[in-house]
């Protein structure tokens, strides 16, 4: 954004404040970090949107492999001349610091995909795809970024959980639904956004595209949907914290385990209260007040590093 853009828009699009509603507990160093992360993606997901919209492939392609070596090495591109690859490699080497080397492995492993999913997302747009919703679902997961969201819920509590514990059937299903609420809920406030953009990657669109719904029917569904993971995840919550209670077995590895696996439960259940309000709070779904609905006035249409 230019400067005078961001003085007018950036606090009332409130995007710490969705990561300080989520990541609860987490000390004020891993919080900002994450913060500024979470910032850093929007700003991404607004380039890259441009790009699609005014046919720059090179630029995308160009950032996208920038990305790629950024997250690998981002020590060695601090200072590199697009500010949206030097943000995200300050973003990177905080995030690094917090936990071993395991942790910022997966980290990275995790990243590497979301960068590939949106490479698919505008090849998708560019050529005016709408994918199946079982097609749209499995790359939404990658889009959205739900494992990189979970992954960040450990630096917060202090403790890299051991892959027992992440891939546990309680722990992986509580953490998957209250991703896909954020998810599929951003989907229904974004709607006429990407409708008016004629945009193709939308739960709705694809209902509408593929199982033959009208408009109001999609939103219902997507609605439905939204409130399907609440429920589900009430009951995903209970067995997570019952596998909490059972680490603590009288050690005191036992002990900080159960507690760091409460504390990601607890923030897995902030998440749905945070996205919510998040969306009716921020100036990025009011669309109904901007000049043109299919463009967010506080973008620019410039294609950095083209």
Known sequence: MPADKVRE???????????????????????????????????????????????????????????????????????????????????????YSFLPRTWNARFARHFHAVIEAYDREFRNRTEGIVPTVEEYLALRRLTFAHWIWTDLLEPSAGCELPARIRNHPAYRRAALLSQEFAAWYNDLCSMPKELAGDEVHNLGISLIKHQGLTLEEAIGEVRRRVEECVTEFLVAERDALRLSDELADGTVHGKELSAAVGACVSNMRNWFSTVYWF????????????????????????????
């Not at 606090?11 to 919080?31: F, I, N, Q, S």
């Not at 921020?282 to 000049?291: K, N, Q, T």
Request: proline share 4%; with cysteine.
């Open 9 to 95: 828009y950036a606090d009332g699009l409130c995007y710490t404040d969705l990561m300080a509603g989520y990541y609860l507990g987490a000390p004020d160093e891993v919080l900002q970090a994450i913060a500024d992360y979470s910032a850093w993606f929007f700003v991404w997901d607004d380039r890259h949107d441009r790009d699609i919209v005014h046919g720059r492939a090179a630029a995308w392609r160009h950032l996208r492999f920038r990305l790629h070596r950024a997250l690998d090495s981002p020590r060695a591109h601090l200072h590199h001349e697009d500010p949206l690859v030097a943000g995200f490699a300050d973003s990177v080497v905080r995030l």
């Open 279 to 306: 969306h009716h709070e921020s100036g990025r779904y009011r669309v109904d007040s901007w000049d043109d609905r299919s463009t967010p006035p506080y973008v620019t249409n410039e294609a950095a590093g083209e």
